[in-house]
């Protein structure tokens, strides 16, 4: 088995819905910073150099996903940012991407993770009561609502380490990596 490559700086990509923030460029800036801090290279998002001004709607969005499918495969890991988007579950794209890195065998740090428990977080905005079983369910709908006391969906919480923040993510996934 060849020893590890300690020359090159591990590639982590920087996963979430920042991307959409007017300061995304900032955020992605502040966080390769922090990168290179630590012995790593950042790679966010829009490294890919995807043209998204030519072409149609279908082509550029192809583009982009293939793009980041790209810029994942070549990355040794990833942090997450994991916050309530638009609701109360984390960006679907940033978890098809975390989903994607633990397919391909990538260390996942996840941060800005609310607290309570999802079924607390859920219960909270929608109307919820156990049933007869002890299920918590939605009172409209009668939907279980998952619980086991995890964070998020136990998909996200059993395949990814979960931090505090940014910083802690990545001094977690530099540890993860050796470094």
Do not use: W
Not at 130 to 141: H, L
Request: a negative charge; one cysteine or more.
């Amino acid at each position: 088995m060849p020893l590890p490559d300690h020359s090159r700086r591990p590639r982590i990509y920087l996963a979430g819905p920042d991307v959409f923030r007017p300061d995304a460029e900032r955020v992605f800036a502040g966080l390769k910073a922090q990168c290179d801090a630590l012995g790593l290279q950042g790679v966010a998002p829009t490294d890919a150099g995807v043209d998204t001004h030519h072409g149609s709607d279908d082509e550029i969005a192809q583009r982009i996903y293939e793009g980041n499918v790209r810029l994942l495969r070549g990355c040794d890991g990833v942090i997450a940012h994991l916050a309530p988007f638009r609701g109360l579950e984390p960006d679907a794209g940033t978890v098809f991407e975390v989903g994607y890195a633990v397919a391909l065998g990538r260390p996942v740090v996840a941060y800005g993770v609310p607290e309570a428990s999802y079924e607390q977080r859920v219960c909270a905005a929608i109307g919820c009561a156990r049933d007869a079983q002890g299920v918590m369910r939605e009172t409209g709908s009668g939907t279980m609502v998952e619980g086991l006391g995890q964070r998020l969906n136990l998909m996200l919480t059993r395949s990814a380490a979960i931090e505090a923040d940014a910083a802690a993510a990545l001094r977690r996934i530099a540890a993860l990596l050796g470094r």
